[in-house]
C-alpha cells in the first residue's frame, strides 16, 4: 500500500475498533452497525491505495504509460510554453484503477508549474485547462515530455514528489491523485503512437509510444 493512505486506513480502522468495543460492552446495535461500515471503508481505502510492483518494459525510446486507467483522448496539439506540438494521450483513473502514477520516460525534470485550480469532471475537456493541475516538462535526448497530473471532481489533493532538475528513470513512481482524476501526456511529434481510444493501460507497463529517430 502507498504510505499516502496511511491517513485515511489508520483512522478508519481505529474507529471502527472503537465501535467494536462499545457494541462488545454495552451490545448496542448501533456500535455493531458503525463498526460494519468503518471496516468496510477501511477496506476500501486498502483498495484504493495499493501500489503493486510492475515489470518496466527496456528501451531509451519507449514512453510508458504514467498512469493506470483508460485512454479517453488522443488528439492534436499547438505549442506549449516547454515544448512545440505534438500529439495529447489522456488516460482517465477510475475510483477502481490505481492511482500510483509513474514517469513516462527517462530524462531530466527541466519546467514545473502547479495551478491550484477548480474540480471540473477529470473526462471533460475544460479539467485540462481550469482544474488543479501539476504540469511536469521532461527532456532526453530523444526530446522533450509534459506530463500534467489532473484533480477530478472528488479529488481535492495531487502529490507529486518531483521537482526542477530532478533526474528520473522512465517507470519510476513520483507522486498520484487521490479519487479519481487524469493524466494528459503531450508528446513530440517524432512520436509514433502505439495506444487507441478506450484501450486500458498499466503505469510503467503500457507503452503509449515509441521516439522515432
Not at 504509460?65 to 505549442?79: E, M, R, S, T
Amino acid at each position: 500500500m502507498n504510505k499516502e493512505g496511511l491517513v485515511f486506513v489508520i483512522p478508519a480502522f481505529s474507529i471502527s475498533l472503537g465501535l467494536f468495543i462499545v457494541f462488545v460492552l454495552s451490545q448496542n446495535m448501533l456500535g455493531l452497525a458503525g463498526t460494519l461500515i468503518f471496516l468496510i471503508l477501511s477496506t476500501f481505502f486498502l483498495f484504493f491505495f495499493r501500489d503493486p510492483e510492475r515489470k518496466v518494459p527496456e528501451g531509451e525510446n519507449l514512453i510508458l504509460a504514467p498512469a493506470d486507467g483508460k485512454v479517453i483522448l488522443i488528439k492534436p496539439f499547438g505549442n506549449l510554453e516547454f515544448m512545440g506540438g505534438g500529439t495529447l494521450v489522456s488516460v482517465f483513473m477510475s475510483l477502481f484503477d490505481v492511482h500510483v502514477n509513474r514517469t513516462p520516460v527517462s530524462g531530466k525534470i527541466k519546467y514545473f508549474r502547479y495551478n491550484p485550480g477548480k474540480f471540473f469532471p477529470a473526462f471533460k475537456d475544460k479539467a485540462s485547462l481550469e482544474n488543479e493541475q501539476t504540469e511536469l516538462g521532461m527532456e532526453n535526448e530523444h526530446g522533450k515530455v509534459v506530463l500534467k497530473q489532473i484533480a477530478g471532481i472528488l479529488a481535492r489533493r495531487i502529490v507529486c514528489k518531483l521537482k526542477n532538475g530532478d533526474l528520473v528513470k522512465a517507470g519510476d513512481r513520483f507522486g498520484m491523485i487521490k479519487f479519481g482524476s487524469r493524466l494528459d501526456l503531450f508528446l513530440p511529434q517524432n512520436v509514433h503512437i502505439e495506444v487507441k481510444l478506450n484501450q486500458k493501460v498499466k503505469a510503467g507497463e503500457t507503452i503509449i509510444g515509441i521516439f522515432q529517430t
